[in-house]
C-alpha cells in the first residue's frame, strides 16, 4: 500500500533540484543546513518561493495546496487583501516607531468583545512569549511554584512547560515530568506536576493531593486535533475552580477553532488565556488575556506589583495591524465555511481509508484536522506517542506532496478560508490514488 519511501525520495529529488541547492548552499552555515529545526525534512526541505491564498510554490515552480499552513497560522489564507492593505499601511507611516500607536486599543477590543473570560490583554511576539509570561503571572498572583500541564501538550519551548511536551515516562495514569531536551534547568521537572489527557479520575486525584502547590493548570483543549471531548475540557474547568487553581487555556492553535476559540466551542471562562500564531495573520504574534483580577499584576502605573512584561518588537505595528485585518476577516461566515470544508475532507478520508481498507483515524475541529494510521482512539500522549504505522504515515505525507497537497510546516492538516470544495476534493481524490498505488 503506497509506494516505497525510495521511489517517493527518487521522485522528489528529481522534482526539486533547485530545493537541494539551496540546503546544500545553507548546510556550511546553519546547523543541518536550515534556519530553524521544524523547517526540516528529509532529505532536504522544499523551498519556498511565494504563497498566495490557498497555495504555495517552492523555487522549482511547483505547486502545492497549503494544507501546512505555517504551523496553522495561516487561516484567513496567503496575502489576504485587507491584510497586504493594513500592512502596506504601516510601511508609509514608518517603522520601529519606538512608541505606543492607536492600533493597540482597537485590537485589544476586538479581543475582548470576542473572549468573555478576558477584560484586559497584553501583547509579545511569539505563543511561547505568552506562555513564559503567563506561567510567571500564575506563580506570582498564588504564590506557588508548580505548574501543572498535559503529558505531551505543547505550550512553547521554554523550560516550565517543555516537560513531558516530547516523551513519557512513568504510569499512565500518574505520569512522571520528564525534560523534553538536554540543557534544561532541572527544577523544571521538579516543578511540573504531569496530567494524563482524557483520564477525570487521576487529574482530579493529582490536583486534590497537589492543589497547595500548584500556580496554575496550563490546558490545550485540541493538542495536534487529538480527540479530546468538549465535556472533558468543560471538567478541567469545573475541577480547578473548584480547587482554587488558575486555568491557562492555550488558544495558539485552538483559536482557529472558532471565533471564541476552543474555550467558546466547549463553553468555558478560564482564568488566563494565552495566544499566537493565527492572531498576527503571518506576523510573530502572542498575547496573553485574562480577567482584571489577574492581568492586574501587569499594570505597574501604580505601585509596583513585582512583575514586569515587556519585549523590544511586542506589539510592533506591522503584527498590529496585521493581527487586527486576521481577527477581523475571521468572521463567523469564514469560520462556517472553514467548519463546512474541515467535514467534507473528515468524512471523505473517512471513506477513502475504508475503501482501502487501511486503518485510520481521522480526527477534526475547527480548521484543523488530523489522521492517524490505527482505529484506536487517539486521545492521550500515549496513544498518539505509540503509533504502530509512523512510517507508513510518512510516506502517505510525502506521497501527497508530490500529488501537490502540502501538509509540511503544519500541525496535521489546516482548511484555509480560501479554499473550496475543489482543494478538499483534490486532497481526497489524491489519497485515493496513492493508497492504491505501489512501485
Ligand atoms: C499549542 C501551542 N502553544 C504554544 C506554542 C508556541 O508558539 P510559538 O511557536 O509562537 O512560540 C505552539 C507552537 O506550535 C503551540 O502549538
Not at 478541567?236 to 488558575?246: N, S, Y
Not at 498518539?384 to 510518512?394: N, R
Not at 503544519?410 to 484555509?416: E, H, M, N, P
Request: contains cysteine.
Amino acid at each position: 500500500m503506497t509506494r516505497s519511501m525510495d521511489s517517493l525520495v527518487e521522485e522528489y529529488r528529481r522534482r526539486t533540484p533547485k530545493s537541494r541547492a539551496q540546503w546544500e548552499r545553507g548546510a556550511p552555515v546553519m546547523p543541518g543546513g536550515v534556519i530553524k529545526g521544524a523547517y526540516w525534512t528529509s532529505p532536504y526541505p522544499h523551498y519556498v518561493d511565494k504563497a498566495k491564498g490557498c497555495y504555495v510554490w517552492d523555487i522549482d515552480g511547483n505547486r502545492y495546496v497549503d494544507f501546512g499552513n505555517h504551523h496553522s497560522a495561516m487561516v484567513l489564507g496567503h496575502s489576504h487583501p485587507d491584510v497586504v492593505a493594513a500592512v502596506r499601511g504601516e510601511i508609509d507611516r514608518g517603522f520601529g516607531l519606538g512608541g505606543p500607536t492607536d492600533l493597540e486599543a482597537e485590537i485589544a477590543e476586538e479581543i475582548t468583545g470576542r473572549f468573555p473570560s478576558i477584560d484586559k490583554v497584553r501583547f509579545c511576539n511569539s505563543g511561547t512569549e505568552a506562555s513564559l509570561h503567563a506561567t510567571r503571572m500564575v506563580r506570582a498572583i498564588t504564590g506557588r511554584p508548580k505548574i501543572a500541564k498535559f503529558e505531551g501538550a505543547y505550550h512553547g519551548s521554554h523550560d516550565a512547560v517543555e516537560v513531558s511536551s516530547a516523551g513519557a515516562a512513568g504510569p499512565a495514569d500518574s505520569p512522571d515530568p520528564v525534560a523534553a531536551w538536554k540543557g534544561m534547568s532541572r527544577a523544571a521537572e521538579e516543578d511540573a506536576v504531569i496530567l494524563p489527557y482524557s483520564d477525570r479520575e487521576s487529574v482530579e486525584l493529582i490536583l486534590r493531593e497537589r492543589k497547595d502547590e500548584i500556580a496554575g493548570v496550563f490546558y490545550d483543549a485540541k493538542p495536534g486535533s487529538w480527540e479530546i471531548s468538549d465535556d472533558f475540557t468543560r471538567f478541567v474547568r469545573d475541577v480547578t475552580a473548584e480547587l482554587g487553581i488558575p486555568m491557562v487555556m492555550d488558544e495558539v492553535v485552538s483559536f482557529r477553532s472558532g471565533p471564541g476559540g476552543a474555550q467558546g466551542l466547549a463553553g468555558i471562562e478560564p482564568d488566563v488565556t494565552i495566544f499566537g500564531k493565527a492572531f498576527g495573520g503571518g506576523f510573530p504574534i502572542g498575547a496573553i488575556g485574562g480577567k482584571d483580577e489577574y492581568m492586574q499584576i501587569l499594570d505597574n502605573t501604580g505601585e509596583p506589583t513585582g512583575m514586569g512584561q515587556s519585549g523590544t518588537f511586542s506589539g510592533n505595528s506591522f503584527t498590529l495591524a496585521a493581527g487586527l485585518a486576521t481577527i477581523r476577516g475571521l468572521t463567523p461566515e469564514v469560520y462556517a465555511h472553514v467548519d463546512r470544508l474541515r467535514e467534507r475532507l473528515h468524512e471523505g478520508l473517512v471513506g477513502v481509508f475504508e475503501e482501502a481498507g487501511q486503518p485510520a483515524r481521522v480526527v477534526s475541529a475547527g480548521a484543523g484536522l488530523d489522521f492517524y494510521m490505527t482505529d484506536q482512539p487517539m486521545n492521550s500522549y500515549r496513544s498518539v506517542s505509540t503509533l504502530p504505522d509512523a512510517e507508513l504515515a510518512d510516506r502517505i505525507g510525502l506521497a501527497l506532496f508530490l500529488k501537490g497537497f502540502s501538509m509540511r510546516g503544519g500541525i496535521g492538516a489546516t482548511i484555509s478560508a480560501p479554499m473550496q470544495d475543489k482543494h478538499i476534493d483534490g486532497f481526497l481524490q489524491a489519497m485515493q490514488e496513492l493508497l492504491s498505488e505501489s512501485d
